[in-house]
């Protein structure tokens, strides 16, 4: 609610309205051909990155052959990352022929910024390790849902380490998530 105050008092009356509630009664505005163009790709990406992260998994798992991998999990991940690495090159070139480099868009850092960037790259490789391990055990959905389980922990640690208090709501939700988490994973019989 209070977001909403804030938000509230930072838009004047000539500011074009930012969600529906304020149209309420108005006719709808005009959306600029730009603004649409935006909306789509903001869209197309999400999509794209909706399949892509819920497939992982089940190509993960339809990889193994009688609850093994046939090839090594290491050279695997190592060439997704490339393959990633590759991609965000590709797209880093394409906004360089259409923008050019900018202060935004350039690849240069001082080394106290990049002197930062190995840890959670390396805590991101044995997370992507993992996985392969978590689902000799684990099937496709069953990890998917064991997944939301970093959300819960990630509240408690940003509650720990940056001592934010969070909010009634927040810890209902947490809960919640936890209960459903669990619940999911009982054995049936």
């Not at 480099?101 to 690849?107: A, I, Q």
């Not at 390396?122 to 391990?133: D, H, R, T």
């Not at 959905?141 to 509650?159: A, D, V, W």
């Given at each position: 609610m209070e977001y909403r105050k804030l938000k509230d008092q930072d838009q004047d009356e000539s500011s074009a309205p930012g969600d529906l509630e304020s149209l309420?009664?108005?006719?709808?505005?005009?959306v600029s051909p730009v603004e649409l163009s935006k909306w789509k790709l903001k869209s197309a990406v999400t999509i794209a990155l909706t399949f892509l992260t819920s497939?992982?998994?089940?190509?993960?798992?339809w990889s193994k052959r009688a609850g093994k991998y046939e090839y090594s999990v290491t050279p695997a991940n190592f060439s997704v990352e490339a393959l990633k690495c590759a991609?965000?090159?590709a797209a880093l070139a394409r906004i360089w022929r259409n923008a050019g480099?900018?202060?935004?868009?350039?690849?240069s850092a001082k080394l106290d910024e990049v002197i930062v960037y190995p840890i959670p790259a390396?805590?991101?490789?044995?997370?992507?390790?993992?996985?392969?391990?978590v689902f000799v055990y684990v099937d496709a959905?069953?990890?998917?849902?064991?997944?939301?389980?970093?959300?819960?922990?990630?509240?408690?640690?940003?509650?720990i380490i940056v001592k934010r208090k969070?909010?009634?709501?927040?810890?209902?939700?947490?809960?919640?998530?936890?209960?459903?988490?669990?619940?999911?994973q009982l054995n049936p019989k």
């Open positions: 309420r009664g108005k006719p709808i505005p005009a497939s992982q998994a089940i190509l993960i798992v991609m965000s090159l480099v900018t202060e935004d868009n350039s690849l390396f805590l991101y490789l044995v997370k992507n390790l993992l996985q392969y391990y959905p069953g990890y998917q849902i064991l997944k939301n389980f970093n959300i819960i922990s990630t509240g408690i640690l940003y509650r969070l909010s009634e709501i927040q810890w209902a939700a947490f809960i919640i998530l936890c209960a459903g988490c669990t619940t999911a």
